[in-house]
């Protein structure tokens, strides 16, 4: 066996005739003892202690030892190339220094093992960065899916927190824009739960946060003092800060707030990189808690309107009974084109007349409600023109022509006195079903007033009729939701006036919240579970007592027979 001066490098290995000097990388061979027999040039520069002669687990990082150790054993089989010496099999890999590389094995005709190596430093870094990035945008979209599965700022605030301690930091506090005096903070450590609070801090006191509440482009965290942070900002149990991160949640347009995420004293301090990747997840929880915020304050601003629009609840004034009941045509909506609404007197006594208005404006969802809000504020600025009826219906139309609403309504107007013990009503329709009465004995009668819808023609006409109900009867106001409602047996059948009128025959005598339950069961029976139009009824009813005393003409008072 030929060797180089010194015995560090032969020139080739006498069994297969491979020139090792000259081989471009570093190559060992490895006899059966264990010992080095051939080192080539390339390969002492790698190793600084291998030379011919040197036992190889002495020469060696550990993993090319245990590599050595489990092809003398016959544990690794595969393709991996050779030369050409003997069965190719599986390589190793391993750093050697601050390189990295991959060691292949192969076993020569006379025994020995032959170990060449390839550096694949850059290769490795590569999949390194890509397996990084990789998940790193696998993060980026679990994330996404978990900040959009909730419009609860609360719970926006949470999941951020706890994404970021997770994924990010040790731990993480998300700061939410100051409202009033009170600064809703959620802060998380990683494996913990998240956990809310409001408080009263000054956000100047930590490093960059006020800038970052305000939106400003984050302060490197290498500028910022760990030491600086304030006991409310650290989690209780978390210990000495190592580092800091501070940047903005972007929302849109207005900050949304602020991410601070921090790392134990023991932990390698944040790079520029993972800086980077903080800001790219704040800008998504940025538009998630801004989403969120603008869908709460959209809600609280729907929520106080629809307060406004709701059917008020009806109740006993003046001796007389008022019930009344509504339904929107669509299952998750409260409000729509229907509407009704009672006044009482100014004032209470005897013979003074109750004004009652029921309406069913063009149209549903939200457009109508509009409208219905605008007639029902317009009629009431009106009370006091009540006593006619015709003078109100003027003054309305001329309000919804000169609004920029192309939808028009009809109505029924009443007033209603209780008078010896009987209830007189004036009624006027504006293009409405006209009311129907329901007697002592069962008939029911049409009260024949008629008149021109509002909000569509320059001049309207209505005529205003008198009725009596006697004790027990009931004057029914209704749109046409309940006449016009498809269902029954094939689903495609209107409920009809015929229908409506049997069943308000069999309530003769009923109390004028019995009445509108009672249509009410009915038209949903008929209705199932197909569609129709919103739905809306008031009951008038007589008495069938006497009244004794109502403390301000208000409430149910006291009745006997």
């Not at 036992?55 to 690794?76: I, N």
């Not at 850059?122 to 790193?136: N, P, Q």
């Not at 739905?535 to 008495?543: E, F, L, Q």
């Amino acid at each position: 066996m030929a060797s180089s001066p010194g015995g560090s490098a032969p020139t080739n290995h006498p069994a297969t005739g491979f020139a090792f000097a000259t081989a471009p990388c570093p190559v060992l061979v490895v006899d059966p003892h264990g010992s080095l027999s051939l080192v080539n040039q390339a390969a002492t520069r790698l190793f600084p202690d291998a030379h011919i002669g040197a036992v190889l687990t002495s020469a060696v990082p550990l993993w090319l030892a245990a590599a050595h150790r489990r092809v003398e054993a016959g544990g690794a089989a595969g393709p991996s190339g050779g030369t050409g010496a003997g069965p190719p099999l599986d390589p190793a890999g391993g750093r050697v220094g601050a390189r990295s590389f991959e060691a292949h094995p192969a076993l020569l005709d006379d025994g020995d093992i032959a170990w060449w190596f390839v550096d694949d430093t850059e290769m490795r870094l590569a999949k390194d960065e890509l397996a990084l990035e990789r998940s790193r945008t696998a993060f980026l979209g679990q994330a996404s899916n978990a900040l959009l599965s909730s419009l609860n700022v609360d719970r926006c605030m949470s999941v951020t927190a706890q994404l970021a301690a997770e994924q990010l930091a040790d731990a993480a506090v998300v700061i939410g824009p100051v409202t009033g005096r009170a600064t809703p903070v959620v802060s998380c450590r990683r494996g913990h739960r998240p956990e809310g609070i409001r408080l009263n801090v000054d956000p100047a006191r930590v490093p960059g946060l006020a800038e970052a509440l305000q939106g400003f482009p984050p302060v490197p965290s290498r500028w910022v003092d760990p030491a600086a942070a304030p006991d409310w900002l650290v989690p209780e149990g978390f210990g000495t800060v190592g580092s800091m991160v501070v940047t903005p949640l972007p929302g849109h347009g207005v900050p949304a707030g602020a991410l601070v995420l921090l790392r134990y004293s023991d932990e390698a301090a944040f790079t520029d990189n993972e800086e980077v990747f903080a800001r790219l997840f704040a800008a998504r929880s940025g538009a998630a808690l801004s989403a969120a915020r603008l869908y709460a304050e959209q809600s609280s601003i729907t929520e106080t309107l629809m307060r406004e629009l709701l059917p008020p609840v009806l109740r006993q004034i003046d001796g007389v009974e008022f019930a009344g009941g509504y339904r929107p045509s669509g299952e998750g909506d409260r409000i729509g084109g229907d509407f009704y609404d009672v006044h009482a007197a100014p004032v209470p006594a005897e013979g003074a007349e109750s004004f009652v208005v029921l309406g069913d404006v063009c149209g549903k969802g939200l457009d109508a409600a509009v409208l219905t809000g605008k007639i029902r504020n317009t009629l009431h600025a009106l009370l006091p023109m009540a006593p006619d009826h015709q003078r109100m219906l003027r003054l309305l139309n001329g309000a919804l022509l000169n609004s920029h609403h192309t939808r028009f309504a009809t109505l029924v107007l009443a007033s209603a006195a209780r008078k010896d013990g009987k209830v007189v009503l004036r009624l006027t329709s504006a293009g409405h079903p006209p009311p129907l009465v329901v007697r002592a004995d069962g008939q029911v009668e049409e009260v024949e007033t008629r008149g021109t819808l509002v909000g569509a023609l320059v001049e309207v006409e209505s005529v205003t009729v008198r009725t009596v109900l006697g004790p027990g009867e009931t004057c029914v106001l209704f749109t046409d939701g309940f006449t016009e409602a498809r269902g029954g047996p094939l689903g495609r059948e209107q409920f009809g006036d015929a229908r409506l009128r049997r069943a308000l025959a069999d309530c003769a005598g009923m109390a004028a919240a019995a009445v509108v339950e009672r249509l009410q069961m009915l038209a949903a029976q008929w209705i199932g579970t197909g569609r129709h139009d919103d739905m809306a009824v008031v009951a008038i009813t007589a008495p069938r007592t006497n009244h004794l005393s109502a403390v301000g003409g208000h409430g149910p008072g006291r009745y006997t027979a």
